[in-house]
């Protein structure tokens, strides 16, 4: 059963909330320090024990003090405010679950600010929440020396409801941070190793047409991985630009898909030399398209698999049929449970049974590219897998105004 005066103390003013009344005999109630008070006379110790703590984390042990105690004083300050606000039911569960969003458009806050700095000097996440759990303790632990009375019990309930949301804002900051310098890595990167990839295919290309005394096949080999590794580094590039929010970028022109894809096709069936790749065309292929990119989604669809499926043949479909162009990709193979279907298409993601001389190129971003560009033509990929095998589809609308 909640007390009367706990659940008063609960939606009042901190600053205000009513003594617990005595009965005759009892002890007269002794005068002390509420803990916002405390936080704010102890502020340079409580910082202090965390900068210490913050120390002892190998990313920070050779950082200086000021970086050490970062935004701390700042998220004291929120603390205690919040501790002196008055609050309702609804506001308390809400902040004890970290999901208080503040007020829009509002400056980021200091534990926002804290976790975007923690994750530029190298912390892990979980280090971070460290970070506010020895804050809660060294504050805690400073105040359990003073006599607890019902009232404390309800400061210290609103201390804890105050730390979760900082604990909720400094994670996600810290998230985005990371993905954003991932995707800065994963650009530089990139962009680096075309010059170097580059020199080395038009040299064994310039070997394949002037020398007699090395093997064709040996050059072959270095070309096709030359070309494989290009492939990943488009794929990369393109993953890299739409993660940083460029999205998927396409150039529309009037194109015959069953022309490019028989390209494609042909392309593939050298890169894949002991898969079986079967090629259809049914009906009108025509239509404004970005042929490089349906391309690229043909070749990720046909790698994907070769890579997860077993040794049947590769089934490739192009059908035309009213507004809409097809491509459906068939592999036999073990089927797919429909409920990890969707997390396919996130990037970053592979399957768990990828063919062993696979897994060191694959980068998980196939499907996810070929979703993107679906969805720049203004199409959708669609993903169907019994127990037989799986079909990967891409539905694309010939005109860019075909959907309207």
Known sequence: ?????????????????????????QVPYKAFMRLADFIRAHSETIVGEAARYARSLAPLAHEPEKTLRDHIPLILDAIVLDLESTQTRAQARVKSLGQDAGVAGAPDSAAQTHGRLRAKSGLQMAQLVAEYRALRAGVLRLWADKEPDEVSVVDVIRFNEAIDQAVAESVAFFSQETDQLRNVFLGVLGHDLRGPLNAILLTAELISRKTKDTPLSEVGVLIRSGRRMASLLDTLLQYNRTALGGGMTIHREPTDLGDACASEIEVLRAAQPDSDIRFDVEGDASGTFDASAVREALGNLVNNAAAYGDDGPISVRLIGHGTMVSLAVFNTGAQIPEAIVPALFEALQRGDDIRPDEHRTSLGLGLFIVQQIAQAHGGEVRCMSESNGTTFEVLLPRNVDARR
């Not at 005066?5 to 003013?13: D, F, Y």
């Open 1 to 25: 059963m909640v007390q009367p005066w706990l659940a008063h103390s609960a939606i009042a003013p901190n600053a205000h909330t009513p003594r617990p009344t005595m009965s005759r005999g």
